[in-house]
């Protein structure tokens, strides 16, 4: 079958080979001309340093490449979705399906980006989203199996999954919130905490500005899944990193977010290597360890 793959970033890429290794006839389409040329002459994406990728793999940017594809794969980073979605509803054959990989929302409509793509084509052409093993629960089950606190931001997806599977699983939680404490109600083996007023109301600064929090009460970080250079995970990630608040281990999804978070020192972890925690790396100090050290909350910033 005839495949395009949008996006040829880490995730794209490895797509892109996975599905040539199935015997596919795979294009790898990207947004940059420089960066196609280089992919084509190189056959390798630096985001993926230890893998050749074959002579039979195309590329292209092109967008009328899509033309005759059985399947259109989706792997744009989230903001640049919707434009590039507006162009399949002339290129694309009617009846081709448009897989959707990339992650997050859309900043302005907090729609999902498989509804962002259904917009934009309108109706032309069936859209599916790729979906597998969710390691923000498996994060939370281990956690509370191996009698760790897991510490949240509460928020939408990976958060409250995470904070759901470590409840269910007899764990303990602790939720650091980004909207007024009254809000919350009283849950067993919840402790819910606000970093500014208890009645503040909900800001995006105010959600920016907890993860601080977040990552320097924990000994351990886990990223299950993050925007690359957008959103507070990667903020909070990224400044972590930076200031050295705890270890940061983020899912071996191949996503852009996730090797350029591993070459600022965070490492890559599969759903297996969560079995045993305690084996994780671990720094040789950290926050926890300086007892003869005042820490200064305001520094962490």
Known sequence: MKVTV????????????????????????????????????TRIN?????????????FSTDMACVKGCGAIVMATPSFAVRATAAQLRELADEGTIIISVSKGIEKDTSLRLSQIIEQEVGGKCPVVVLSGPSHAEEVGRQAALQGYTLVSGNARGADRTAQAACLKAGGKVISIV???????????????LSEDGF?????????????RCIH?????????????????TWDGT???????????????????ASLQLEQMGAYLVDLQDLR??????????????MEEKEIDV???D
């Open 6 to 41: 949008l996006g040829s970033g880490g995730w794209g890429t490895a797509l892109a080979l996975l599905l040539l290794e199935n015997g596919n006839d795979v294009t790898l389409w990207s947004y940059s001309e420089e960066e196609s040329r280089k992919l084509s002459e």
């Open 199 to 211: 009645s503040e109301p909900f800001s995006s600064q105010r959600a920016l500005s907890r993860n």
């Open 216 to 232: 320097a009460l924990g000994r351990m970080v886990f990223v299950a899944q993050s925007n690359w250079q957008k959103g507070g």
């Open 46 to 58: 630096p985001l993926l340093p230890d893998v050749r990728i074959p002579e039979e793999m195309k």
């Open 178 to 192: 980004a909207d007024e404490l009254e809000k919350h109600r009283k849950k067993e083996n919840v402790l819910y």
């Open 298 to 300: 305001k520094r962490l």
């Open 238 to 256: 990224a400044k972590n990193l930076h200031f050295g608040w705890s270890p940061v281990a983020c899912y071996r999804d191949g996503s852009e």
């Open 276 to 289: 045993d925690m305690g084996d994780l790396k671990t720094p040789d100090t950290t926050i926890f360890d």
